[in-house]
Every structure is written in C-alpha cells, then in structure tokens.
C-alpha cells in the first residue's frame, strides 16, 4: 500500500515557476514508477509526465516538454515536478500517481493517486 501527498501548487504569474512535490509512505519507494496528471472541471485526466522508478527515464507531454522537468528522491520517498516558463493553459489541478514496474500515459493504468495540488497561472 501506497499513499502519496502532493504539495507546492499555488497561483504564479505568467512565465514564473513552481515545484511540485510528491512524498509517497510506505515501502520499496523505487519499484514504482511516478506518473504526473492533471485535469481542469469537466475535462478527462491528462498524462504531464512520468519518471521510472529508478529516475532514469522520463517521458513528457508534448505540451509540456522543455519547460517541465520529473525528477525524484528515493531516499526521500519523495518526487518532483518542476514547472517553468508556466503560461494560463497550464492552469489545472495537478495529481501524482505510482504503479509498480514502468509508467504509462493512461491514468486506469494508476493504483495510487495523491490528493491533487491546484496550480493557477494568471496572465
């Protein structure tokens, strides 16, 4: 079993920066892998990123790629989501996710979800 607890959303200005953080309890933090979702009202949950349990793969959004960066902390228990260059399409509720074995860009792929982090990005 696996809890995860996001935190670090907030309201930014145009072009500014967040970091989003992910601190997962329980054991063997390393066999998952960590995905990045986000979803607005009414729309279907959307794949940002997702980074393997070791760190070292990582896959982006078109959308997104080149201004947001996965990253993670196995010593932590802890991942990350760095937003940059962050315009008004961004805004949206932000969730992470862990399955065990690699990631996938669907999100019935998930078991675990955290609570969701709002981002609001004003123009």
């Known amino acids: 079993q696996v809890q995860l607890v996001e935190s670090g959303g907030g309201l930014v200005q145009a072009g500014g920066s967040l970091r989003l953080s992910c601190v997962a309890s329980?054991?063997?933090?390393?066999?998952?892998?960590i995905a990045w979702f986000r979803q607005a009202p009414g729309k279907e949950r959307e794949f940002v990123a997702g980074i393997s349990g070791s760190g070292g793969t990582t896959s982006y959004a078109d959308s997104v790629k080149g201004r947001f960066t996965a990253s993670r902390d196995n010593a932590k228990n802890t991942a990350y989501l760095q937003l940059s260059s962050l315009n008004a399409e961004d805004t949206d509720v932000y969730y992470c996710?862990?399955?065990?074995?690699?990631?996938?860009?669907?999100?019935?792929?998930?078991?675990?979800w955290g609570q969701g982090t709002q981002v609001t990005v004003s123009s």
């Open positions: 329980g054991r063997s933090f390393r066999n998952y892998a």
């Open positions: 996710a862990a399955r065990q074995g690699g990631y996938y860009r669907s999100p019935q792929e998930y078991t675990y």
